[in-house]
């Protein structure tokens, strides 16, 4: 039964910066893609950013590309997102995400909602101005 659980969310100022990590259990955590996700109030679920099962290929939504980075680590199965130069419109509910079929060493990046089977139970970022 695969488990995954965000944390480090909160309330921050403009400009500012947060790292949100997602624990995942279950499954053999280097096989698969990992994503972050976003979900604003009133507005659909939308990609943040992924990165594959080496860490080695990561992939970034036009709108954080620059101030985000996503990382993992496989010996803590663990993926990270550090959120920079954070702004009111990353206000959201963040959720970690892991693929629905093992992409194993591949170095592919999956931006679609409907590739990711298992989903945290999300972590809410305010950016206030």
């Known amino acids: 039964q695969v488990q995954l659980v965000e944390s480090g969310g909160g309330l921050v100022q403009t400009g500012g910066s947060l790292r949100l990590s997602c624990a995942a259990s279950?499954?053999?955590?280097?096989?698969?893609?990992m994503g972050w996700f976003r979900q604003a109030p009133g507005k659909g679920r939308e990609f943040v950013a992924s990165?594959?099962?080496?860490?080695?290929?990561?992939y970034y939504a036009a709108s954080v590309k620059g101030r985000f980075t996503i990382s993992r680590d496989n010996a803590k199965n663990t993926v990270y997102l550090q959120m920079n130069s954070l702004k009111p419109e990353d206000t959201a509910a963040y959720y970690c995400?892991?693929?629905?079929?093992?992409?194993?060493?591949?170095?592919?990046?999956?931006?679609?909602?409907?590739?990711?089977?298992?989903w945290g139970q999300g972590t809410q970022v305010t950016v206030s101005s």
């Open positions: 279950g499954r053999t955590f280097s096989n698969y893609v």
């Open positions: 995400a892991q693929e629905r079929l093992a992409s194993g060493t591949f170095a592919v990046y999956r931006s679609s909602i409907s590739a990711y089977g298992y």
């Open positions: 990165i594959s099962g080496s860490g080695g290929n990561t």
